[in-house]
């Protein structure tokens, strides 16, 4: 009975050291999940696979749509505009499909500008679905201009008037 009660104890002792070793493990990754968060302006969101926000991580919530407290435990597609909504619809459907990454782009406004975002959709634990959103205006801005001066260009272009010039050598 004696080896039964110092066995117990050993157990005991050695199942909260392994809990504290957890609560470490648990803490260190959090922290390593937060140095990547604060590293990228990347939001992250984890939802169910109907599109109900469960929690999010972001390096600055400014950078959010609208405010947690309109968006934790709603589905997305009941906050987004409906064409967003439609298209987040469609993704989360792809994903419990079987699709192993969905990558959409949408135009959200915000402050009276048009903000363009990159949204990607992977499954993740217990029929869950990881999304992780990427403010990609300045891209969509750029390419923009791009195109515009493209464009103009080829208008110039198409209205000059046909002259061949030839330069003869010497």
């Known amino acids: 009975s004696g080896f039964l009660i110092a066995f117990v104890r050993r157990s005991i002792s050695l199942n909260r050291k392994l809990q504290k070793y ?4 648990e803490n260190a990754s959090e922290r390593v999940l937060d140095a990547v968060i604060n590293a990228f302006s990347d ?5 169910e696979a ?3 926000v469960l929690s999010f991580r972001t390096s600055n919530e400014d950078n959010l749509y609208t405010s947690p407290g309109k968006f934790m435990g709603k589905k997305m597609q009941s906050v987004l ?5 439609s298209l987040f619809n469609d993704a989360l459907l792809r994903i419990r499909a079987g699709e192993t990454l969905v990558s959409i782009e949408y135009m959200l406004p915000r402050g009276g500008a048009e ?3 990159e949204a990607k959709l992977l499954p993740f634990l217990k029929g869950r679905v990881l999304l992780v959103v ?4 300045l891209r969509k801005q750029s390419e923009n201009k791009s195109r515009e001066a493209k464009e103009l ?5 198409d209205n000059m008037p046909a002259v061949l010039a ?5």
Do not use: A, C, H, W
């Open 22 to 25: 957890q609560v470490i493990t």
């Open 50 to 52: 109907d599109g109900t």
């Open 115 to 117: 903000n363009y975002f």
């Open 81 to 85: 505009p409906e064409e967003v909504s």
């Open 153 to 157: 260009l080829s208008t110039i272009l």
């Open 43 to 47: 939001m992250f969101f984890i939802l």
């Open 166 to 170: 030839i330069k003869g050598q010497r």
């Open 134 to 137: 990427r403010d990609i205006t």
